[in-house]
């Protein structure tokens, strides 16, 4: 085959490893997220007793956009602390619908090896989000807003209004 007809098939192959690279053919399409006030945030799923226990402890910083949903099996009272926590948290409590219940800011405990102060829900709890300090204030989030679920597995599907 001459050189002149491979330029073409090049130029094909290339866009193809470029489109492909881009995100054309994404290998994991789960990409947990949830809208909140239309904001929405990349969030890690807690969804056992072991990635809840952890939580967001250990972290120097939470990117902005991003957080943790923490989802239990049935909405009951639920109560976080600040274990191990090296930044300030924001935390929403959140029904089974998705409703938000509270709002807390979770500042460092001064010895976060042995927390003192507990968060707990206003009502049954079965999600509970987190994101950086100062984020709910940022985005007007208030309780009786609806959050929306995108990509999470057993979580309400988004309301159609």
């Keep these: 085959m001459h050189a002149d007809a491979l330029m073409p098939l090049c130029l094909m192959a290339l866009t193809l490893v470029l489109a492909l690279s881009a995100g054309g053919c994404d290998d994991d399409p789960a990409n947990p997220r949830v809208v909140v006030n239309g904001h929405t945030f990349f969030v890690e799923v807690a969804d056992d007793v072991i990635s809840r226990t952890r939580g967001l402890s250990g972290r120097g910083h939470i990117e902005p956009e991003t957080g943790m949903l923490f989802v239990f099996d049935r909405a009951t ?3 976080f602390w600040m274990k191990d926590c090296l930044v300030p948290i924001d935390i929403a409590f959140l029904d089974a619908q998705g409703r938000i219940l509270n709002l807390a800011t979770m500042p460092v405990e001064p ?5 003192r102060t507990r968060y707990t829900s206003a009502g049954p709890s079965q999600y509970v989000l987190e994101t950086a300090a100062g984020t709910w204030r940022r985005i007007g989030a208030r309780p009786g807003m609806t959050v929306t679920f995108l990509d999470i597995p057993a979580a309400p599907e988004p309301a159609t209004e």
């Design 111 to 115: 010895d976060p090896s042995r927390p």
């Design 77 to 79: 009272e639920q109560t």
